[in-house]
Nanobody, 125 residues
Framework: QVQLVESGGGLVQAGGSLRLSCAAS????????MGWFRQAPGKEREFVAA????????YYADSVKGRFTISRDGAKNTVYLQMNSLKLEDTAAYFC??????????????????WGQGTQVTVSS
């Protein structure tokens, strides 16, 4: 069992930056592939980024590649999402999630077993 708590969301102007954090508690955090997803009002939840359990491999949606960076700190049981050059279309609730059953490259939300409550990111013009 893993509990996930996101933080770091807020209101930012277009072109600005935010860093989201996802603190994990429970056992065997180092065994979990971790991902970030987002959901805007009226839209389906979509994949943003993922990182393997070892931290070696990372994956990004085309829409955020080159602007967002996912990382993890095993000593702190925390996953981060550094978001730069934010755009209006990045506005959404952001969720972190843990996956132990499927490859870290998976982008399907159904592959993830544990989810945080989400943190809101609002990008203004």
């Amino acid at each position: 069992q893993v509990q996930l708590v996101e933080s770091g969301g807020g209101l930012v102007q277009a072109g600005g930056s935010l860093r989201l954090s996802c603190a994990a508690s429970g056992r065997s955090f180092s065994n979990y592939n971790m991902g970030w997803f987002r959901q805007a009002p009226g839209k389906e939840r979509e994949f943003v980024a993922a990182i393997s359990a070892s931290g070696t491999n990372t994956y990004y949606a085309d829409s955020v590649k080159g602007r967002f960076t996912i990382s993890r700190d095993g000593a702190k049981n925390t996953v981060y999402l550094q978001m730069n050059s934010l755009k209006l279309e990045d506005t959404a609730a952001y969720f972190c999630a843990a996956n132990v059953r499927f490859p870290s490259s998976t982008r399907r939300s159904v592959a993830y077993d544990y989810w945080g409550q989400g943190t809101q990111v609002t990008v203004s013009s």
